[in-house]
């Protein structure tokens, strides 16, 4: 029983479509994260949500759009996909904002060709 | 804001020797000190962390890391290395803010 969930485990894409990655965890927990892995494996925060209220919203591109329709789930959704774009997405949730650990879903892959 | 740094891209062990994954921070408030493990193709996993109290914190899989705020580190270590300890590594931490910021990784090689 996955306690977090992401699909799609793969995304292959033109330049220029719009696309969502979808995230589902069933451990209760209160924060939920979106992260991208570059190519060097560096591994930077964009979003974070808190019962579906944003708390984090790095510096992205506002082409990123992340969607929490309830403290279970948040989605993201890239509009005009770009070749920086690739990268492995990671959906991470946690209980607590500071002093819980993230539990990481298994990563989308996108390659935007 | 908070930052961590590791060293370290690359720690080639022998298998049964003691490793070290070094690790140091900067913050503005308290640290919270996380370090996570990641296998090819794998989400990160959780292996340890420190928030208060002792300084030698004991995780998963016969791992620990000891919090020293003097020299502002937090090194990953085991007595005996396994091949199977072969992944890429990450220290984070947070402090008075809400994310959790990562290190640039180190990659442990154990050979037999």
């Known amino acids: 029983d996955t306690a977090v969930s992401q699909t799609p485990k793969y995304l292959v894409t033109q330049m220029g479509n719009d696309k969502s990655i979808k995230c589902e965890q069933n451990?209760?927990?209160?924060?939920m994260y979106w992260y991208k892995q570059d190519s060097k494996k560096f591994l930077k925060i964009m979003f974070s949500y808190n019962n579906k209220e944003l708390i984090i919203n790095e510096t992205v591109p506002n082409r990123f759009s992340p969607k929490s329709p309830d403290k279970a789930h948040l989605n993201l959704h890239i509009n005009s996909l770009e070749l920086g774009d690739s990268a492995v997405y990671f959906c991470?949730?946690?209980?607590?904002?500071?002093?819980?650990?993230?539990?990481f879903g298994e990563g989308s892959r996108l390659t935007v060709l | 804001a908070q930052s961590v740094a590791q060293p370290e891209d690359q720690v080639n062990v022998a298998e049964g020797n003691p490793l070290t994954v070094k690790c140091t921070y900067s913050?503005?408030?308290?640290?919270?000190l996380f370090w996570y493990v990641q296998y090819p193709n794998r989400g990160l996993q959780f292996l340890l962390k420190?928030?208060?109290?002792?300084?030698l914190v004991k995780g998963s899989y016969g791992f620990e890391a000891e919090f020293n705020k003097s020299q502002t580190s937090f090194h990953l270590k085991k007595p005996s290395a396994l091949v199977s300890d072969s992944a890429l590594y990450f220290c984070?931490?947070?402090?008075?803010?809400?994310?959790?910021?990562f290190g640039a990784g180190t990659r442990l090689t154990v050979k037999p």
């Open positions: 913050v503005s408030g308290n640290p919270y």
């Open positions: 420190y928030i208060t109290g002792d300084n």
């Open positions: 984070a931490v947070t402090d008075n803010n809400n994310d959790m910021r």
């Open positions: 991470a949730s946690s209980q607590g904002v500071r002093t819980g650990e993230l539990f």
């Open positions: 451990l209760g927990h209160d924060t």
